[in-house]
């Protein structure tokens, strides 16, 4: 990418950003927009978005990247991943912390003046990567999150990764824990909770319909966030914990995981579980809307 001209390159598209996947170079004609640029048939490798490359890598290079983070060569790449990038070159950092996860805090921050974010407001999560197994956890959570597009799902806005910490850039949904207001209100209206459980059931019904499915396997109050205070939109955030599952080629889960009060007894006794295990996790939010207390006790 010299001068602002495309030179030389192989893309890898995403269809989050509604490109065709993979362009072979050679003497190709791409189309980025309305755009069009000719490859000179470097044999060379990259990631081309609305915005231009994103990196460039050697084909040895390429590969190896993939291989780490185990995506293959169906690695879905788009504009919103970034390597060895600086955060601060899109957005500044607050003092505020929003919160705190497995991660550590969460921190507020801002799109940087004279980008098309300017004054936006976004969630923060940073994940240090030390060691293999850390870092297949963190890729995961990254390829789910890229992967979906749903209402009532958080949408992960950009992935900044260097060598010893990956930032997640999340919008802000800043109307608090569903867990908080039933905390705060006590039990649901009939009419609320039919609002919060068609939210829910919506995100979770999208996930077990992509192909393979994905099986959140953590579902809880704590992981729906309302999009603003006086708004009653519900998305669910987190998938620390979340799978691919081909059923097909494997009959049950079997991983422990999850928050014992909303886990479901297969998952609790280490019986092979299947995508319902969501399903029970739901009914168990369910009725605390609708009584403002669970059905069971963990000591239970």
Request: charged share 20%; hydrophobic share 35%; net charge positive.
């Amino acid at each position: 990418f010299e001068g602002g001209t495309l030179k030389h390159f192989r893309a890898v598209l995403s269809p989050v950003g509604q490109r065709r996947r993979v362009v072979e170079y050679g003497a190709t004609t791409v189309q980025m927009g309305t755009g069009k640029s000719r490859d000179t048939g470097a044999d060379r490798f990259g990631c081309i978005c609305a915005v231009g490359p994103t990196t460039l890598f050697s084909k040895a290079e390429w590969r190896e990247w993939q291989r780490k983070r185990g995506w293959g060569t169906q690695l879905s790449v788009s504009g919103r991943y970034h390597v060895n990038q600086a955060l601060e070159s899109k957005y500044v950092l607050a003092k505020q912390n929003l919160g705190s996860g497995m991660s550590g805090p969460v921190r507020l921050a801002y799109g940087k003046a004279g980008t098309a974010i300017a004054r936006r407001q976004f969630a923060v999560k940073t994940f240090k990567t030390h060691g293999r197994i850390r870092l297949e956890k963190v890729t995961n959570e990254v390829k789910i999150f890229l992967s979906v597009d749903h209402p009532n799902i958080a949408r992960l806005e950009d992935v900044f990764e260097l060598d010893t910490e990956i930032h997640l850039v999340m919008e802000r949904l800043g109307g608090g824990e569903l867990f908080t207001r039933v905390a705060n209100r006590g039990a649901y209206t009939e009419s609320a909770a039919v609002d919060a459980c068609q939210a829910m059931f919506g995100a979770v019904a999208y996930l077990h319909s992509l192909k393979p499915p994905i099986v959140h396997r953590d579902l809880k109050p704590e992981n729906f966030l309302y999009e603003k205070q006086d708004s009653n939109k519900l998305k669910l955030i987190d998938f620390g914990l979340s799978t691919y599952w081909d059923y097909q080629k494997q009959p049950g889960m079997s991983e422990f995981c999850g928050s014992q009060s909303y886990m479901a007894p297969e998952v609790a006794s280490t019986q092979p579980y299947t995508e319902k295990c969501d399903i029970f996790s739901l009914g168990v939010v369910t009725y605390v809307l609708l009584t403002g207390h669970p059905p069971f006790l963990v000591s239970t």
